[in-house]
């Protein structure tokens, strides 16, 4: 691997870009502002914990993964960007449109990749189901489904900012335009901020979606079902490998003065296997080394930031 990549925040998943990066012979340093943790992934590696600065003034690395907490994200990405380093961001980019924003205009005043991570977007499922959906297996895609349900979770963000920002990536993805209005019901419950919302989206090419999130439901819930003319697919992220993606053949069509319908067991669809953040970063290595613009690249960052904004505006 020619291009060398810092990891800056080490945390749970941090942790995890540090492992990825290291399989892939791409890790040239990490920076964590816990000394201890630092120390233990400098040896384990045997690569380097420096501090921030120290990177950014490194030439042999090009690249910077960032994984703090979000609210720094804006703030720290800029900085990187602003020395000349590419930068995957962990989602959200930034918490403000205007942030996020700022940090489009200034990776393109620099020439520099701008990449932000959701990393179910590279999921081998979620890949396939896409490549059925443009191959026409439903037909033509009406309507996108999204459910993210679960309990727990309350870490200073609500349910919107730390549930939606993948589905809003998967289904700004299926719809394939960034041309969108959306309407939001949501709901505090149990905490101080929003444990349930609604969003509904209407795409300008006539494609409409609903993401559901809750961190107070008594089960869990990970499913995104493309529907179409021609019938129906689930990415059901919960069941066992062989399951995940399902075709539903239900047809729905006019007769007379009403509809009639048909229903069709799920036909299980064979799937790719591989690790979705060792694709998400060899993705990101190979924008930073051919220039080319990432597949979440700065412009679904800032929509999805002012989709959250717009669905749950933060207080402060």
Avoid at 18 to 32: E, K, Q, W, Y
Avoid at 65 to 79: D, F, M, N
Avoid at 107 to 119: F, I, K, N, Q, T
Avoid at 230 to 254: I, N, S, Y
């Amino acid at each position: 691997m020619t291009v060398k990549a810092a990891v800056v925040g080490c945390g749970q998943w941090g942790r995890n870009h540090v492992r990825t990066l290291a399989g892939i012979g791409a890790l040239a340093a990490i920076s964590d502002n816990d000394p201890d943790r630092a120390a233990a992934l400098s040896a384990e590696h045997g690569i380097p914990a420096l501090p921030l600065d120290d990177i950014l003034q490194r030439h042999d690395i090009q690249a910077v993964v960032l994984a703090l907490p979000p609210r720094l994200h804006a703030e720290i990405g800029q900085k990187i960007l602003a020395a000349g380093k590419d930068v995957l961001i962990e989602k959200p980019i930034a918490l403000a449109p205007a942030d996020a924003q700022a940090s489009v205009a200034l990776a393109r005043d620099r020439g520099r990749v701008l990449m932000v991570g959701h990393v179910l977007r590279f999921h081998p499922v979620f890949e396939e189901l896409v490549r059925q959906v443009k191959a026409g297996r439903i037909g033509t895609l009406k309507h996108i489904v999204a459910t993210r349900l679960g309990l727990g979770r309350f870490l200073g963000m609500d349910a919107v900012w730390d549930l939606a920002p993948h589905d809003l990536s998967l289904v700004i993805a299926l719809a394939g335009t960034y041309d969108v209005d959306m309407q939001t019901l949501r709901q505090t419950v149990l905490s101080d901020e929003a444990d349930v919302a609604d969003l509904r989206l209407a795409f300008g090419n006539g494609i409409t979606a609903e993401i559901h999130v809750s961190r107070i439901s008594p089960f869990r819930d990970r499913r995104l079902s493309a529907i179409g003319t021609e019938g129906m697919l689930t990415f059901d992220d919960l069941q066992p490998d062989g399951q995940k993606l399902a075709f539903w053949g239900h047809q729905v069509w006019r007769e007379g003065d009403g509809f009639s319908f048909t229903q069709a067991e799920p036909e299980f669809l064979p799937t790719p296997a591989g690790l979705p953040l060792d694709a998400e970063l060899r993705h990101f290595l190979h924008c930073v080394e051919t220039r080319q613009t990432p597949r979440t690249g700065p412009q679904e960052a800032a929509l999805v930031v002012r989709l959250l904004e717009q669905a749950s505006p933060r207080r402060g």
